[in-house]
């Protein structure tokens, strides 16, 4: 199973994205999902993580107060809405489903990613 994301794009510092995340064939209703970013040269890093009902999330510092992670599960959907983007947040974004219904910060916890969606921000 692969997860598909969409809504990369090309922007400028302190405009807004939301990227949207959908698991054709496979519900993630029970399973805690996350989006993680990486960007040229550097590793892979958590961005947000939500459970599976939406009553836990975790954000990075560095999108704390910008981004917002929801879900909607009757969409089987996951969404990323990212405000105020700033050129160090270029980086392609991936979502994933994980292995539990809570939430965790590993890569190691997730199971089923997305090819990964590019978010360019220029200065």
């Known amino acids: 199973v692969q997860l598909q994301a969409s809504g990369g794009g090309l922007v400028q510092a302190g405009d807004s994205l939301r990227l949207s995340c959908v698991a054709p064939?496979?519900?993630?209703?029970?399973?805690?999902m996350a989006w993680f970013r990486q960007a040229p040269g550097k590793e892979r890093e958590v961005v947000a993580v939500?459970?599976?009902?939406?009553?836990?999330?975790y954000y990075a510092d560095f999108v704390k107060g910008r981004f917002t992670i929801s879900r909607d599960n009757a969409k089987n959907t996951v969404y990323l809405q990212m405000n105020t983007l700033k050129p160090e947040d270029t980086a392609v974004y991936y979502c994933?489903?994980?292995?539990?219904?809570?939430?965790?910060?590993?890569?190691?916890?997730?199971?089923?990613w997305g090819r990964g969606t590019l978010v360019t921000v220029s200065s």
């Open positions: 994933a489903a994980g292995r539990y219904a809570g939430w965790r910060t590993s890569s190691n916890d997730y199971d089923y």
């Open positions: 064939g496979r519900r993630f209703s029970n399973n805690g």
């Open positions: 939500i459970s599976w009902n939406g009553g836990g999330t």
